[in-house]
């Protein structure tokens, strides 16, 4: 199966700050099936950002996404309180599909 | 809306059969797959298999052939049956519906606990 690995583990930032997050895989995965989400307690995951840099429905433009092969990458370009999440990179081009284990943006 | 609602005991005891529906409402369902992944406490998420509602299936081998997805389009529901669970089963059990543009309709989780 595909290993996505997720860094850094946790992000201390402020609010207004930039978030880069990584997801690398064990193998190359088609851009078309990357995605991103986001994550808060209590609440099941969000979808953001799909197609590797396609913002979901209703997903604000301080998202987005690129990357390709093995090496994607989520920026959330100036943090704003409500962004502060654990967020999950996913690949659903080859079965099994698999997750990150995930980045803890925090407050700083 | 499309909305998704899991149901089932939230208890279940070691070796025995953990069996959850999801009710699904505001979708056709004739397109897309309906997926169950799971998440045990403070850890990552984990696919354990979509359904169509043709009834074709596609499960993750981590599961050992485990699980078990069955379709009722008359209801709208689709469910998930596991074997011989431990406590490493212990999870939350999302349903969700999967789309070529990734996961983007989730039911809000139910927690199953396998203890005795």
């Known amino acids: 199966e595909i290993v996505l690995t997720q860094s850094p583990g946790t992000l201390s930032l402020s609010p207004g700050e930039r978030a880069t997050l990584s997801c690398r895989a064990s193998q190359t995965v088609s851009s078309t099936y990357l995605a991103w989400y986001q994550q808060k307690p209590g609440q099941p995951p969000r979808l953001l950002i799909y197609?590797?840099?396609t913002r979901a429905t209703g997903i604000p433009d301080r998202f987005s996404g690129s990357g390709s092969g093995t090496d994607f990458s989520l920026t959330i370009s100036r943090l704003e309180p409500d962004d502060f999440a654990v967020y999950y990179c996913q690949q659903y081009d080859r079965s099994p599909q698999t997750f990150g284990q995930g980045t803890k943006v925090e407050i700083k | 809306q499309v909305q998704l609602q899991e149901s089932g005991p939230g208890l279940v005891k070691p070796s025995g059969t953990l069996s959850l529906t999801c009710t699904v409402s505001g979708d056709s369902i004739t397109k897309n797959n309906w997926n169950w992944i799971r998440q045990p406490p403070g850890k990552k998420l984990e696919w354990i298999g979509y359904?169509?509602?043709?009834?074709?299936?596609n499960s993750n081998p981590s599961l050992k052939s485990r699980a078990t997805l069955s379709f009722d389009t008359s209801k709208k529901q689709f469910s998930l049956k596991l074997t011989s669970v431990t406590a490493a089963d212990t999870a939350i059990y999302y349903c969700a519906r999967g789309t070529v543009a990734g996961v983007d309709h989730w039911g809000q989780g139910t927690l199953v606990t396998v203890s005795s």
């Open positions: 359904i169509f509602n043709s009834g074709s299936t």
């Open positions: 197609g590797t840099s």
